[in-house]
């Protein structure tokens, strides 16, 4: 049962250096998402997708992009990284994202520091 | 705004005592749900529990449950006889059910709990 697997878990950039985060799961989910986690900040949404082919912004969009490559497959990336973007990165799932008693199911996590 | 408050940052609790965390929520929605989710130190998310909001009972699941109060806007976890194991981050999440939302889920900012024995 792989579930959401995130890729890389630990990542060290450098300021202005580029890196893709990605996310692939394994339950025939439609919607995808990509939240960031700062202490004392909870979790926030940066991107989603509701389905195949589609995106938007969450709250926090600023510095990423993201593509859903197909239905399994949603990676974020940093195009020119800053040391704000300091934090943990979550990928999660859910069933049909327009449901509201659907769980979201979360990867373990990309842990990214920016120096 | 902020949709999902959790007013206690950190709480203590001895092992075999119930501990309550406090949600509050804000929506003008007739149409969501409430979930809670713990993170243990070592990072993974762990779904707990979930309450919708025309739900006429309140949500249980083992050791925990939810204390739903619609007109408060209020959705606490209750975790009866605590266990070491119960030492965590725990979030408040809550899904409105309009298109616009896109079924996302907002997160309270979280409250560290540390059982001791």
């Known amino acids: 049962n792989a579930g959401v697997t995130q890729t890389p878990k630990f990542q060290v950039l450098k300021t202005g250096q580029s890196m893709t985060l990605q996310c692939a799961q394994d339950?025939?989910?439609?919607?995808m998402y990509w939240y960031r986690q700062d202490p004392g900040m909870g979790l926030r949404l940066i991107y989603y997708?509701?389905?195949?082919?589609?995106?938007d912004k969450g709250e926090v969009p600023n510095g990423y992009n993201v593509s859903r490559l197909n239905k399994r497959e949603f990676s974020l990336r940093l195009e020119s990284a800053a040391p704000s973007q300091t934090s943990v990165y979550f990928c999660?799932?859910?069933?049909?994202?327009?449901?509201?008693?659907?769980?979201?199911?979360f990867g373990q996590g990309t842990r990214l520091t920016v120096v | 705004a902020q949709k999902i408050t959790q007013t206690q940052p950190g709480m203590f609790v001895q092992e075999k005592e119930a501990v309550t965390l406090d949600c509050t929520y804000d929506?003008?929605?007739?149409?969501?749900?409430l979930f809670w989710y713990k993170q243990p130190s070592s990072g993974e998310m762990i779904f707990l529990i979930y309450?919708?909001?025309?739900?006429?009972q309140n949500a249980t699941e083992g050791r925990y449950s939810l204390n739903f109060q619609k007109a408060r806007k209020s959705a606490n976890l209750v975790i009866s006889a605590s266990q070491l194991g119960d030492s965590a981050m725990y979030f408040c999440?809550?899904?409105?059910?309009?298109?616009?939302?896109?079924?996302?889920?907002?997160f309270g900012a979280g409250t560290q709990v540390v059982v001791t024995p």
């Open positions: 999440a809550m899904r409105e059910a309009r298109i616009i939302s896109w079924g996302k889920l907002q």
């Open positions: 997708s509701a389905s195949e082919g589609t995106t």
């Open positions: 309450q919708g909001s025309y739900d006429e």
């Open positions: 999660a799932s859910s069933e049909q994202g327009a449901r509201i008693n659907t769980e979201a199911f």
């Open positions: 339950m025939n989910h439609n919607s």
């Open positions: 929506t003008s929605d007739q149409s969501y749900g």
